[in-house]
């Protein structure tokens, strides 16, 4: 991970990461009214960044409120760099040029097929391609290569 150096400002750094860390789902204010089991809210319209109030059954409001809770030991961060959605065009140019690339590779291999490798060779023949189907336990060992056991007549 890169960070930049804070330049003996950590309290900075803190108090910055910490309004983003420690966000909750919904604040206090806004929420408008609670009435007749119906839960009205202010939030803000992505596509417009105008405020608009919702109205919605307190189950409901509940359940969308929960997802917004993390299972026990998980920590929230919100996302930086990259990832963040300020950066949509940069992410989708990243995941295209990785695309890319893969394509390439892919195309690469198919053309040209790799030798095999040494340690895949028959140690015998030293041609062909070994290919390992399985391995026997170590007390089950064959006996040395160059000697005959013995026939019992």
Request: aromatic share 10%.
């Amino acid at each position: 991970m890169f960070c930049k150096p804070t330049f003996n400002q950590a309290k900075k750094v803190l108090r910055y990461l910490g309004r983003y860390v420690h966000r909750i789902a919904i604040t206090n204010n806004r929420i408008l009214a609670l009435q007749d089991g119906q839960v009205t809210f202010r939030y803000q319209n992505s596509g417009t960044k105008q405020w608009q109030a919702m109205k919605l059954p307190a189950q409901e409001f509940l359940r969308r409120y929960l997802q917004h809770v993390l299972p026990q030991a998980f920590h929230k961060v919100r996302y930086y760099g990259f990832l963040s959605p300020g950066n949509r065009r940069v992410l989708k140019r990243l995941q295209y040029l990785l695309e890319e690339r893969r394509r390439e590779k892919a195309a690469k291999s198919e053309a040209t097929p790799d030798p095999p490798k040494a340690e895949r060779r028959c140690p015998c023949c030293k041609e062909g391609i070994m290919v390992i189907i399985g391995w026997l336990p170590k007390k089950a060992r064959s006996p040395p290569q160059g000697r005959v056991a013995p026939r019992a007549e």
